[in-house]
């Protein structure tokens, strides 16, 4: 089973939807920290024509009836390219999405997870004990470590648009305040996203076109209502990701033990994992990842085929839409579904120290190409 997302052959990408808009059409211009989306629905009268008096599907498709098949596709029909990546083109509205459009979601997470089955279960192992070696990325080459995961309450909707509860209670050294987006000024929330501790503003075609934006900056804050209603997050500068995963562990196990001595349960399933609004994020929610300086290998035309071999992704360090700058990467797990949470951090810890090895070979001058393997 190959799980590396494939791009089709005859893909071509297209240009950045938001710049394909005249001015006066784009999103964060038009409708900034608005939900534009919402514009064209049938069933809010305040913002469409009421139509109930004329046909049965208007009469009965109401907000009470919960996410619609609209909503799911929203922002695959909004946006149907992206520079960088190829996008999933759908979320989810809640848990129950993944049943009520399962024809329709279990060939969509078929498709970008490598072929994961409807009838298989979800892996998992969180027990740093388990990861081997990743105390020792080299730092003049790792700039920092991460781990993240997401998770919503049972019965929630998806993505949050209000109400947050937040975690208050965390002991020892996880012990620290909720920082709400409407108790800081907009220069200290820019300073806060440019130091990667705030998720940007939702002004990107795509979150718009999910609703991320409703509300907005009512119950967000760090790290609370982003997509998905907590994102649990350990990082720390340099290459020591076993420390980084250690935390991360202990962590995730105080906030779902405080959830559940509130009662709260998280949406999980044992085919899913983790149920959240994107389904590229199912599962383990895990993404384990580096910033990292890389100035050959950048030019090196191999880089694309072997962070693929290795499982691993890359983006600018401003997140999807950004190029690296500087040969400076984020360089992350490509899956999340159908490995083990371990398993995807000790991928992300093996590759980066290939990656380190090639980058100092080009340094010296030396071909690197007998590390690529000819064929997966
Ligand atoms: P995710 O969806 O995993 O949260 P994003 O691409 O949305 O990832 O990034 C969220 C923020 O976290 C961005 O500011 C990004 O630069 C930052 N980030 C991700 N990985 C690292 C890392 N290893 N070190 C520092 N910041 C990071
Ligand atoms: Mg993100």
């Not at 009469?59 to 996008?87: C, R, S, W």
């Not at 947050?164 to 806060?192: D, F, M, N, R, W």
């Not at 991360?248 to 959240?276: A, D, R």
């Not at 080009?362 to 690529?372: S, Y």
Request: hydrophobic share 35%; net charge negative; charged share 20%.
């Amino acid at each position: 089973m190959d799980l590396v997302p494939e791009l089709p052959t005859d893909w071509v990408p297209l240009p950045h939807p938001a710049t394909c808009l005249p001015p006066a059409c784009r999103p964060a211009t038009t409708t900034p920290f608005s939900n534009s989306h919402n514009t064209l629905k049938l069933h809010f009268p305040a913002e469409f024509s009421d139509l109930r008096g004329h046909n049965h599907m208007a009469k009965v498709l109401t907000p009470e009836l919960g996410f619609a098949l609209d909503d799911t596709i929203q922002t695959g029909v909004d946006n149907p390219g992206h520079p960088y990546i190829m996008t999933v083109g759908c979320t989810a509205g809640d848990e129950e999405s993944y049943d009520v459009f399962k024809e329709l979601l279990d060939h969509i997470i078929e498709d970008q997870h490598g072929g994961y089955q409807p009838s298989y279960e979800h892996k998992t192992n969180l027990n740093p004990d388990n990861l081997q070696g990743g105390d020792d990325l080299d730092p003049n080459y790792v700039l920092s470590s991460r781990v993240r995961t997401v998770a919503a309450p049972a019965a929630s909707a998806s993505p949050p648009t209000a109400a947050a509860g937040t975690p208050s209670s965390l002991g020892g050294h996880l012990a620290g305040q909720y920082c709400a987006v409407k108790s800081v000024t907009e220069a200290e929330q820019q300073q806060l996203i440019d130091y990667h501790f705030l998720f940007d503003k939702p002004v990107s075609p795509l979150l718009l076109a999910l609703g991320m934006a409703c509300d907005w900056p009512e119950a967000r804050g760090i790290w609370i209502n982003e997509e998905d209603h907590l994102q649990v997050i350990s990082m720390q500068k340099r290459g020591n990701m076993k420390e980084v995963f250690t935390r991360f562990y202990n962590g995730l196990t105080q906030i779902e033990t405080l959830f559940k001595s509130k009662n709260y349960e998280v949406m999980w399933n044992p085919h899913l994992g983790y149920i959240l609004t994107c389904p590229s994020n199912l599962s383990t929610g895990l993404r384990s990842g580096v910033h990292i300086k890389l100035p050959h290998l950048d030019k090196h035309e191999k880089f694309p085929e072997v962070l693929k071999w290795l499982r691993l992704q890359k983006q600018g360090t401003s997140g999807v839409d950004t190029a690296a700058v500087g040969g400076i990467f984020y360089v992350f797990n490509a899956n999340r579904l159908g490995f083990s949470e371990v398993e995807l951090v000790q991928m992300v810890v093996d590759g980066v120290k290939l990656l380190i090895k090639m980058e100092q070979w080009l340094e010296q001058g030396q071909a690197t190409d007998d590390l690529v393997p000819a064929q997966k």
